[in-house]
């Protein structure tokens, strides 16, 4: 059985590429700067701004908890990026890690990114909107194993994937 490919390259090589980028995410992580207040101020106090009440909340919520444990908080998420990386690079078990990838992506966007912006009414391409921790999540779905018969990604992946990067896509033109 050959390596079945999504567009011009195969799953296991998207799976690598997540894995990197993960890797590079969890070591940039690690930079002195976010280890400090500087990490708040600079993504989840602004991710909070002008976003329709319950998302603020929530996403103040998040920052109330980063602040109180903010040493403990920066470890985890070097942590949890490296090992989400290191876990995709090895092959081993990928469905439960792009799962993982996946839901971590989706935290990330709300709290670190706010949505990209979106419901903010102020979201431009030009300026990151929607954000680009979400195609890591479109990137997770395309890299979805082959179902039972290898015959091509999960269904369900594949459609999910298909009208995540259409949904970022048709709101990138919209907003710009």
């Not at 590079?24 to 976010?34: E, H, R, T, V, Y």
């Not at 109180?68 to 092959?91: D, E, K, P, R, T």
């Not at 594949?158 to 710009?176: E, I, N, Q, S």
């Amino acid at each position: 059985m050959g390596v079945r490919r999504t567009g011009g390259m195969d799953r296991r090589t998207l799976r690598r590429l997540l894995g990197g980028l993960w890797l590079l995410d969890g070591m940039l992580q690690l930079q002195p700067g976010m280890w400090t207040m500087n990490m708040v101020n600079q993504t989840m106090v602004q991710a909070a701004g002008d976003q329709p009440a319950p998302l603020a909340h929530l996403i103040i919520w998040g920052q109330t908890v980063v602040t109180a444990h903010l040493v403990a908080f920066n470890a985890g998420v070097a942590g949890i990026q490296i090992v989400l990386g290191l876990w995709l690079l090895s092959g081993r078990r990928p469905r439960p890690a792009l799962a993982a990838s996946v839901a971590w992506a989706l935290a990330v966007w709300l709290f670190g990114e706010g949505l990209g912006d979106l419901l903010t009414g102020g979201a431009l391409v030009a300026t990151g909107a929607p954000g680009a921790v979400v195609l890591y999540a479109a990137l997770a779905l395309l890299a979805w194993p082959a179902d039972a018969a290898g015959a091509r990604p999960a269904p369900v992946a594949a459609r999910a994937a298909a009208g995540l990067l259409a949904a970022v896509w048709l709101l990138g033109a919209a907003l710009d």
